[in-house]
């Protein structure tokens, strides 16, 4: 089926339910979604798995009650089915007292078509692409483990208030582990379209850094500049506005924002949006309640500038604010996110970068990331796969993983520079980051 | 067609696409949820699915399809997908997988629930929240919390050896948590943990003994007194953790490097490998002799139990450390078999359209002898006792780990003597199990629920158990994240 016809049926379901649902409001959101991972380990494909379903959500409002229905669907009868299913637990659910209306249809703004049909590739290919890091490990004595996954997927968002969008979204990713005796290297890539998954670049780049590290040396943890590659600076900045910059956990009293809005409190060298039209994300043009998504600068030239809303945290914000159209799908109390971060680039190359250090450490890759003190956000976690020792500009000696403790906002008030070139990794774009005086509280042993 | 037939079509058509083993897993799942927040209904939801995973040995080699069209067609097709990824995958290994034998089970197992907790009225739901919500609304607190969830799962796999087990599983959980802030700080408190509460393989018999009003009302006041209380001291302290600390302490230093499979790096790219490498199996010593660790899948109604998982593997207790020693593994088939091991059923998927992993089930830490928590409390000095988790964190071989709890008390000469706040503390595996003297006896031995322990590509979320009693481990570093 096309995918054009795909979104079509769809919003034939969607609107199905919105029909059938006997609410004073109903949204419906419906979602298709392919997807298939290749995942390897020991140089050898050992888990190949693939599925697809379709899931229909439906959200019922009757007076301030909300109930909300979710279903595996295959008919329009089923999506009427759930549709009444929602409204009867909104009439057994009590009122949320701030809630005031789904939001109303605004225009969307046309987004350039990102469907990738190669995305859909075959068992066969998929498999053809993961041995290019198979060979390249095995060829320097080197193990390799990562995965291949695929996704593609079609959402309709249809409510009573007149609201239609939907649009289809593609993205391939590939990171791999090359593992030596005593050292090991991280590389990740991923975009709309198998091409951008490079798995050949992959390969080396990890190769490379397994090499690199090899005989590992142990520093005692302390504060340290720390170049981060894109790939563990977007966990930090992900987690960071998540939290952060969601206008719920702010209502709630429980982000950094509410002491520090409107203030200098990173670099004025750093910049953060969130732009669903950004070509450098994956184009996101609304939200899961059929809102357009506003470009919003959250941390502007330093300055934290500004939050993410959905229809509920615009209504009960105090003055009533816009509604940026960042909501996640119902239900939902954690509050709006930003899903397509930016981080606004600087001048400088990684190799450049990198000699611009005296001393400090490149770190390429971040493990179980945690939010130790949300309104502080103390952030803690560990490096691996890739930590290297700079001396005097250059890269020396592959280095034992270390844990850092790191109030993040202050942190990146002490950004020392900023990369050129960006790369996309799940939810953010962002170039190499280089913070100083980074704090790491103890090691281990590999 | 039923079902149970679909699944035989599906392992048919496997076979007949050329594979050497096959197993099909139907699975129906259905979750309500029902959350109050600050006096408002907050999530009213219900959840259902069905679908139908079948997994192959092709060539040599693992795939696995899905679909959730309960068509004989769809299922057909699945399945030949299934081959055509093994088949695909075959392209690259060196040796064929090879599985343990085990004796195919033709098995009923109900679930052990006594009230279900989807028949139980919303109303009541409902009121039990509203009185929750009530009882934390003090001044201070500008979060109240209080959300149950159920879910109820049938599960029928069949195998191309004969297995065909049929599980019904019903799980019921509670949590309450306030939040208070001023002054620049926020602190939290749930009940009767946190990051899920009590969960049980359970139904609606769970709730009452919790006397949740009353608790609610106790966690509000101690969120405020947080607000003002010192921060968790810094330095070397011998400490006391509290069961659901204790559980989550040892779900990820002990739970997760035993998962056989991490151990032989099939989850190196994401989750990580495992310190503990085979040829410690028997000799290493994890942590001191009063440390006893199993895995027990057979306790009624705990979190990761069941009859037979989802290799069709019965279930039974294994030891893990035994005296300190470390000698067992969670393990699969295909993971047994490389090692030559006893199996230790491990193998669960989240849903249907997952492949099994190596997944914790019940991982316990037998009581000791150290009576009552009031018991060991008295005999300690000096230090700190840590009660509920705020955040964890443990590199990929689980050895380094920092954890958060929402709130410490000060010991001085075997008595409390006031409230800590913002308590961390952090240390390397094998040497703080070395240091762990006394664990509390078998009255204090509870088995505690984590809903959400993740693993795999794509990701899958699976409930797991630790019974644990509080214990104490010594001149452990604190305070690392001031």
């Not at chain 1, 049909?117 to 993961?130: G, K, L, N, P, T």
């Not at chain 1, 198979?134 to 695929?150: F, P, Q, V």
């Not at chain 1, 959250?298 to 960042?326: C, F, M, Q, W």
């Amino acid at each position: 089926m096309s995918d054009a016809m795909n979104q079509a049926l769809l919003l034939d379901i969607a609107t199905a339910a919105v029909e059938a649902c006997p609410a004073d409001q109903t949204e419906a959101v419906c979602v298709e979604s392919v997807q298939a991972v290749t995942r390897f380990a020991n140089n050898v494909i050992h888990q190949n798995m693939a599925d697809r379903g379709r899931e229909l959500t439906v959200r019922a409002v009757v007076g301030r009650r909300i109930g909300v229905a979710s279903g595996v669907i295959s008919t329009a009868d089923e999506a009427r089915a759930l549709a009444r299913q929602a409204a009867e637990l909104a009439r057994l659910a009590r009122e949320l007292p701030d809630f005031v209306s789904l939001p109303s249809p605004q225009p969307i703004p046309p987004a350039p078509e990102t469907f990738c049909c190669d995305c859909a590739a075959s068992a066969a290919r998929r498999a053809e692409i993961v041995k290019q890091v198979l060979e390249t490990a095995a060829a320097r004595g080197l193990k390799s483990a990562g995965a291949l996954s695929t996704h593609v997927s079609s959402i309709a968002v249809v409510n009573s208030l007149g609201i239609r969008a939907t649009r289809t979204l593609t993205r391939a990713h590939l990171h791999t582990v090359m593992q030596a005796e005593d050292s090991a290297g991280y590389a990740a890539a991923e975009g709309p379209s198998l091409a951008d998954t490079r798995p050949s670049e992959v390969a080396e780049t990890a190769a490379a850094k397994a090499e690199l590290g090899r005989k590992p040396i142990s520093l005692d943890p302390r504060p340290m500049t720390v170049l981060f590659e894109p790939v563990a600076a977007a966990e930090l900045i992900e987690f960071m506005a998540f939290f952060g910059f969601n206008a719920l956990q702010y209502q709630e009293q429980q982000s950094f924002a509410c002491d520090l809005l409107g203030q200098q409190a990173c670099a004025p060298t750093f910049t953060l949006t969130d732009d669903g039209f950004d070509p450098r994300t994956y184009f996101t043009p609304f939200d899961f309640e059929g809102v357009p998504k506003r470009r919003v600068e959250l941390v502007k030239n330093g300055v934290i500038n500004a939050l993410v809303y959905d229809s509920y945290t615009a209504a009960r914000a105090k003055p009533p604010a816009e509604n940026t159209g960042h909501a996640l799908p119902a239900p939902n109390d954690f509050g709006p996110a930003p899903t397509n971060l930016v981080v606004s680039p600087g001048p400088a190359s990684k190799q450049e970068l990198i000699a611009s250090i005296e001393r400090g450490l490149l770190v390429s890759r971040i493990h179980y990331l945690n939010i130790v003190h949300p309104r502080q956000m103390i952030l803690t976690g560990m490096t691996r796969e890739g930590t290297f020792l700079i001396d005097r500009g250059e890269l020396v000696a592959g280095v034992r993983n270390l844990r850092f403790t790191e109030r993040m906002v202050q942190a990146l008030g002490r950004l020392a520079g900023l990369g050129r070139d960006g790369e996309l990794h799940g939810h953010v774009w962002l170039p190499p980051l280089v913070i100083e005086d980074f704090t790491f509280t103890s090691a281990t042993e590999f | 067609m039923a079902l149970r037939e679909l699944a035989e079509l599906a392992l048919g058509a496997a076979l007949t696409a050329g594979a050497t083993y096959a197993d099909a897993r139907f699975v129906r799942r259905c979750h309500q949820v029902v959350s109050v927040k600050n006096g408002g209904v907050s999530r009213m939801a219900f959840a259902e699915g069905a679908g139908l995973g079948v997994r192959v040995i092709a060539r040599g080699a693992w795939g696995f399809a899905a679909t959730s069209v309960l068509s004989e067609a769809s299922v057909r097709g699945a399945a030949r997908q299934a081959v055509e990824l093994a088949e695909a995958a075959a392209s690259s290994i060196c040796e064929p997988v090879e599985l343990a034998p085990v004796e195919p089970a033709v098995a009923e197992v109900p679930t052990c629930a006594q009230i279900d907790p989807f028949r139980v009225p919303a109303a009541e739901k409902l009121d039990l929240l509203m009185a929750c919500d009530a009882a934390m609304d003090i001044p201070g607190i500008v979060v109240r919390q209080a959300e149950t969830n159920a879910w109820r799962e049938e599960k029928f796999f069949a195998s191309s050896e004969g297995a065909r087990i049929y599980q019904e599983r019903l799980v019921t959980q509670v949590e309450v948590v306030a939040t208070a802030a001023g002054n620049g700080e926020v602190q939290r408190r749930s009940w009767p943990s946190s990051h899920g509460g009590e969960l049980q393989a359970r139904g609606w018999e769970i709730i009452e003994p919790l006397s949740l009003p009353a608790r609610a009302a106790e966690i509000a006041r101690e969120a405020v007194e947080l607000l003002r209380a010192d921060q968790c001291p810094k330095g070397r302290m011998d400490i006391i953790l509290e069961g659901s600390q204790l559980a989550l302490q040892l779900h990820e230093s002990c739970g997760h490097p035993v998962e056989l499979d991490r151990v032989l790096g099939t989850e190196a790219s994401f989750a990580g490998t495992s310190f503990l490498t085979p040829d410690k199996l028997g000799t290493f010593r994890y942590g001191s002799e009063a440390v006893n660790i199993v895995a027990d899948p057979t306790i009624p109604g705990a979190a990761g139990s069941f009859a037979y998982d989802d290799e069709g593997v019965q279930a039974r207790v294994a030891d893990i450390v035994r005296n300190g020693i470390f000698v067992g593994y969670l393990n699969s088939r295909e993971t047994a078999r490389k090692l030559g091991l006893d199996l230790v059923p491990a193998m669960r998927a989240d849903g249907w359209n997952r492949l099994p992993l190596v997944r914790m089930t019940n991982v316990n830490l037998l009581p000791g002898a150290a009576g009552s928590l009031a018991d060991l409390l008295r005999d300690t000095d000096e230090g700190l006792l840590l009660v509920a988790n705020k955040s964890w964190s443990i590199d990929d071989r689980r050895l380094n780990f920092q954890f958060a709890c929402e709130l410490g008390y000060r010991i001085k000469n075997g008595q409390l003597a006031g409230l800590v706040r913002n308590p961390t503390y952090q240390g390397m595996t094998p040497q703080f199990w070395a240091s762990c003297d006394a664990i509390c006896g078998e009255d204090e031995w509870k088995v505690w629920g984590v809903p959400n322990c993740g693993k795999g590509e794509p990701m899958q979320i699976m409930q797991v158990g630790h019974g644990v009693a509080p214990a104490r481990f010594r001149q452990v570093m604190v305070g690392v994240a001031d």
